[in-house]
């Protein structure tokens, strides 16, 4: 008789409301993410079972080593359909391969929500250790009291938190450290189909060497209050 594999996920969240689950991909079995531009030949977008966070499975985002060079990149993506609630909390894990070498980060989401499209973004620089957010007039600013240091291949958990009703920053938080964001306000796409997110994943060389991204527990769910 072959094993059962169960799998239990672990939620962190200081939310006591209810909540409202939207999307969960461990990557145990499937890989539902596409790469949507990339300018290295062998870019690439996979899921691996050399290394993952826990379970079978996480996936590898490579901005290829086919001659590789400094500002190599590949951007990738996922969409999902949303439910009603006001906030959403998208959270999960990532590690760096080859710390040494440099890169920009960067996870971008465009939810849409009463005829808007709200794009949010925060950027992490492993050059400065700065971590920034896009806002209102589309223009990065960096976030007071908050600084990123990720070592070789160990997990950062990140949890972000958006207000997609009035389309505002909540909060950002990586590993221990959270920083509440004071309602700033997004920038707004324009209209927009309700109820849909666009999430995207960017990672960029700094220097002529391949960079690759392990991303593993993605969780988007809606919560009614924060």
């Known amino acids: 008789m072959s094993k059962e594999y169960q799998r ?63 500002n190599d990149e590949i951007l990738v993506t996922r969409y999902a359909v949303i439910g009603s609630s006001r906030y959403a909390e998208y959270s999960g894990v990532f590690a760096i391969v080859n710390a040494n070498v440099k890169e920009e980060i960067q996870f971008h989401q465009i939810i849409g929500k009463n005829g808007q499209a709200w794009d949010f973004r925060f950027q992490i620089s492993t050059i400065t250790g700065l971590v920034k957010y896009y806002n209102s007039s589309e223009v990065y600013t960096t976030i007071s009291g908050l600084t990123f240091s990720g070592a070789d291949e160990r997990w950062v958990y990140f949890r972000f938190v958006f207000d997609t009703v009035n389309g505002q920053y909540v909060s950002i938080q990586l590993n221990d450290k959270i920083i509440k964001l004071d309602s700033v306000q997004a920038f707004s796409q324009g209209t927009v189909n309700i109820g849909t997110v666009s999430l995207f994943i960017f990672l960029k060389t700094t220097e002529a060497v391949r960079k690759q991204l392990r991303i593993d527990n993605i969780l988007l769910r809606g919560i009614d209050n924060v």
């Not at 200081?14 to 689950?21: D, L, R």
């Not at 691996?48 to 590789?68: Q, Y």
């Open 8 to 70: 239990n996920v672990i939620v962190q969240s200081s939310v006591p409301s209810n909540t409202e689950p939207w999307l969960f991909d461990g990557f145990e079995n499937l890989l539902s993410w596409s790469d949507a531009g990339s300018t290295n030949a062998s870019a690439a977008v996979t899921r691996i079972t050399t290394a993952s966070f826990e379970g079978a499975g996480s996936m590898l985002i490579d901005t290829g080593g086919t001659v590789p060079l400094a």
